[in-house]
Nanobody, 129 residues
Framework: QVQLVESGGGLVQPGGSLNLTCVAS???????????MAWFRQTAGKDRTFVAA??????????YYADSARGRFTVSRDNALKSVYLQMEMLKSEDTAIYYC?????????????????WGQGVQVVVSS
């Protein structure tokens, strides 16, 4: 099973930017390249919610965003480094959460939490002045 480790969280002021990184291990290059990767987030007392994902369709990769992230966040990946990134801009206080990286099933184009079987430990993002 793939192991995922997130990094890059921290404290940022409203309107600021933050970049999250997720590195996968225990998976081959080819397997990672075909694996849908996503970011979810969770605030205290609430369910984990989808933020963004990157999927391969054919030979291309496509991003998919939650409405809350579209236009402000950018998801990308580097298969050679077995990494996926979340670039977050124009951050708001409501973006404060623990952010999780998740790996899905190749060929499954989903943003549902249940369709992602491997999870990182999460990284805290706090947006506050």
């Amino acid at each position: 099973q793939v192991q995922l480790v997130e990094s890059g969280g921290g404290l940022v002021q409203p309107g600021g930017s933050l970049n999250l990184t997720c590195v996968a291990s225990g998976v081959t290059f080819d397997s990672f390249a075909s694996t849908p990767m996503a970011w979810f987030r969770q605030t205290a007392g609430k369910d984990r919610t989808f933020v963004a994902a990157t999927w391969r369709v054919g030979i291309k990769y496509y991003p998919y965003y939650a409405d809350s992230a579209r236009g402000r966040f950018t998801v990308s990946r580097d298969n050679a480094l077995k990494s996926v990134y979340l670039q977050m801009e124009m951050l708001k206080s409501e973006d404060t959460a623990i952010y999780y990286c998740a790996a899905g099933t190749p060929g499954a184009y989903s943003h549902r939490e249940d369709d992602f079987g491997s999870w990182g430990q999460g990284v805290q993002v706090v947006v506050s002045s």
